[in-house]
């Protein structure tokens, strides 16, 4: 039981380059999450699927595209990053859609884009 | 929109002692979770402990502990018997009706020995 896995764990971009973070979780979890966390700061949510086939987004959505590719699997893209998209990447997943229910986290991407 | 303030950049404490974390909320929804996350300097996110918004009782687990008081929306965390592994980040979060995450900016915590 692997938990929440991502990939790449590191990666460095340069402006205008485009790729996709990979995110697979093995909990049979209905909701999954990308948040960016920046220096200094909280994570903040990018984007969300609720459920299967369910996409929304978050409260920093701008220069990101998500799909949710099965009920395991949900990636982001980036299609041409930015020096301001340079931060450590977060994805998630979450049992239930109640507040009660916690969110448990992969390990993380660092990404930098020059 | 919901916000989440901590409002201690850092905070230092003595190996054994207690300290309390302060994380204070607003949210206009009648329902919602209060969370607990710790960040080592490994960089994984850790959960530690909920809250829920009708719970009477605060919530407990291990050495941890949930000071909630809701009429003044707070809900601080406090670890008792402080241990070097403690130093890490700690982030308090919300979830509401719109079932996301919403993160304070964190407080980092230093256990002297």
């Known amino acids: 039981n692997a938990g929440v896995t991502q990939t790449p764990k590191f990666q460095v971009l340069k402006t205008g380059q485009s790729m996709t973070l990979q995110c697979a979780q093995d909990m049979n979890h209905n909701s999954m999450y990308w948040y960016r966390q920046d220096p200094g700061m909280g994570l903040r949510l990018i984007y969300y699927s609720a459920s299967e086939g369910t996409t929304d987004k978050g409260e920093v959505p701008n220069g990101y595209n998500v799909s949710r590719l099965n009920k395991r699997e949900f990636s982001l893209r980036l299609e041409s990053a930015a020096p301001s998209q340079t931060s450590v990447y977060f994805c998630?997943?979450?049992?239930?859609?109640?507040?009660?229910?916690?969110?448990?986290f992969g390990p993380g991407t660092r990404l930098t884009v020059t | 929109a919901q916000k989440i303030t901590q409002t201690q950049p850092g905070m230092f404490v003595q190996e054994k002692e207690a300290v309390t974390l302060d994380c204070t909320y607003d949210t206009s929804d009648p329902s919602y979770g209060l969370f607990w996350y710790k960040q080592p300097s490994s960089g994984e996110m850790i959960f530690l402990i909920y809250q829920g918004s009708y719970d009477q009782q605060n919530a407990t687990e291990g050495r941890y502990s949930l000071n909630f008081q809701k009429a003044r929306k707070s809900a601080n965390l406090v670890i008792s018997a402080s241990q070097l592994g403690d130093s890490a980040m700690y982030f308090c979060?919300?979830?509401?009706?719109?079932?996301?995450?919403?993160f304070g900016s964190g407080t980092q915590l230093t256990v002297l020995p």
């Open positions: 979060a919300m979830k509401g009706s719109a079932r996301q995450l919403t």
């Open positions: 998630a997943s979450s049992n239930a859609r109640g507040a009660s229910y916690e969110q448990y």
